[in-house]
């Protein structure tokens, strides 16, 4: 069992920066790709990063490419999504996911989720 903890959340102005960290616990996390999602509401929950094992590739969503960066920190067992530039159409709950080996776009591909971390952006 890997459980995943979200924090970094809250309210921006248009422009803005949040950094989200996901913190893991129970499994060796340097198994594990990790994935950021995103669910707006009334909207199906999308893809946005996701981070391979080591940290070696990562993976992004065209609607956040250039302005998000994921990473992670094996030693601390945490992924992180630094998100610049923040567009009120950004506005959702976050979620980081975990799967193991391999990144994935997928939200069905994920065993493993967070509680999820408000992010809000004003115009």
């Known amino acids: 069992q890997v459980h995943l903890v979200e924090s970094g959340g809250g309210l921006v102005e248009a422009g803005g920066s949040l950094r989200l960290s996901c913190e893991a616990s129970?499994?060796?996390?340097?198994?594990?790709?990790m994935g950021w999602f995103r669910q707006a509401p009334g909207k199906e929950r999308e893809f946005v990063a996701a981070i391979s094992p080591s940290g070696g590739s990562t993976y992004y969503a065209d609607s956040v490419k250039g302005r998000f960066t994921i990473s992670r920190d094996n030693a601390k067992n945490t992924v992180y999504l630094q998100m610049n530039s923040l567009k009120p159409e950004d506005t959702a709950v976050y979620y980081c996911a975990g799967r193991l080996i391999t990144a994935s776009r997928s939200v069905g591909e994920y065993g493993y989720w967070g509680q999820g971390t408000q992010v809000t952006v004003s115009s």
């Open positions: 129970g499994r060796t996390f340097s198994n594990y790709a």
